[in-house]
């Protein structure tokens, strides 16, 4: 028995559906992957417009470059941890080091070690925030920072100064002995030298991170802090785990 005129135009529908969703499927999987190179290209778009973005954001008045994808990501980690002491090196012009302490403002507790080592004019007050003037890789820095932080005290680090490897990964070294299991070692623009910006930076951030990671088992890079796709910090988001 031959088939009917109505089974003949359904196997063709449904021949037709196939093709159509395997050709969708693939569309799917080639934009997909191609996403990396989208945010890619939207991290040259941000980086290369620091009039309109990151050198043009502010907390409450007073200037900040961080990326405000990377500010949220803090907000998460101080919720989380609760620190009692966050240092910040490389504070600037003390925007990031308000924007922390307006956090644990809310949180109820926690105070911020902002470092630098220029003298910065008309930076924020904020009875949580202790500026600190000088090389963060000073032995006075280092003892002066050591004896505001009290046994017991859950510690997190932000390293944002001198952007040259051989500063970081001595920054590094120095400062995750304060950080608390739990904890966080964040370590930021690690996009340069071509991750994604900045290819002729010279070895930076990123490569002491990699670097320290090598020498030390104590971190893991935890990558779920790269949720917003965009974030000046690669790899840089660094969980204290023993
Ligand atoms: C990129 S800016 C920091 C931006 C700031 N954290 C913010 O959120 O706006 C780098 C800062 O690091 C400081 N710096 C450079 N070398 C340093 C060092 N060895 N120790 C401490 N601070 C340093 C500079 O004076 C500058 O203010």
């Given at each position: 028995m031959g088939l009917s005129q109505d089974n003949v135009f359904r196997k063709l529908f449904r021949i037709a559906n196939y093709g159509l969703e395997f050709i969708l499927v693939r569309l799917y999987n080639k934009s997909f992957q191609s996403s990396k190179d989208i945010s890619a290209k939207f991290h040259w778009l941000y980086y290369y417009s620091p009039a309109r973005t990151w050198s043009n954001t502010r907390w409450m008045g007073y200037r900040t470059m961080k990326c405000p994808l990377d500010l949220w990501v803090y907000q998460e980690i101080l919720y989380e941890i609760k620190p009692d002491i966050v240092i910040e090196t490389?504070?600037?012009?003390g925007g990031g080091a308000y924007y922390l302490a307006s956090v644990l403002d809310v949180i109820g507790k926690g105070q911020v070690i902002g470092v630098d080592i220029e003298k910065v004019e008309n930076r924020p007050t904020h009875e949580r925030v202790t500026y600190l003037q000088g090389s963060s890789t000073s032995n006075d820095i280092v003892h002066n920072i050591s004896e505001m932080i009290e046994p017991g005290q859950v510690v997190l680090v932000i390293l944002d100064s001198d952007h040259n490897m051989p500063h970081v990964l001595k920054e590094m070294k120095i400062y995750s002995q304060f950080v608390t299991t739990g904890s966080y070692m964040i370590v930021e623009d690690s996009n340069i030298n071509g991750h994604p910006i900045?290819?002729?930076?010279?070895?930076?951030p990123f490569e002491a991170i990699h670097e320290f990671l090598r020498q030390n088992d104590s971190f893991r890079i935890?990558?779920?802090?790269?949720?917003?796709?965009?974030?000046?910090n690669p790899d840089g988001y660094l969980k204290k785990i023993s």
């Amino acid at each position: 028995m031959g088939l009917s005129q109505d089974n003949v135009f359904r196997k063709l529908f449904r021949i037709a559906n196939y093709g159509l969703e395997f050709i969708l499927v693939r569309l799917y999987n080639k934009s997909f992957q191609s996403s990396k190179d989208i945010s890619a290209k939207f991290h040259w778009l941000y980086y290369y417009s620091p009039a309109r973005t990151w050198s043009n954001t502010r907390w409450m008045g007073y200037r900040t470059m961080k990326c405000p994808l990377d500010l949220w990501v803090y907000q998460e980690i101080l919720y989380e941890i609760k620190p009692d002491i966050v240092i910040e090196t490389g504070t600037n012009e003390g925007g990031g080091a308000y924007y922390l302490a307006s956090v644990l403002d809310v949180i109820g507790k926690g105070q911020v070690i902002g470092v630098d080592i220029e003298k910065v004019e008309n930076r924020p007050t904020h009875e949580r925030v202790t500026y600190l003037q000088g090389s963060s890789t000073s032995n006075d820095i280092v003892h002066n920072i050591s004896e505001m932080i009290e046994p017991g005290q859950v510690v997190l680090v932000i390293l944002d100064s001198d952007h040259n490897m051989p500063h970081v990964l001595k920054e590094m070294k120095i400062y995750s002995q304060f950080v608390t299991t739990g904890s966080y070692m964040i370590v930021e623009d690690s996009n340069i030298n071509g991750h994604p910006i900045m290819p002729n930076w010279g070895y930076g951030p990123f490569e002491a991170i990699h670097e320290f990671l090598r020498q030390n088992d104590s971190f893991r890079i935890d990558k779920d802090r790269e949720k917003f796709y965009l974030s000046f910090n690669p790899d840089g988001y660094l969980k204290k785990i023993s």
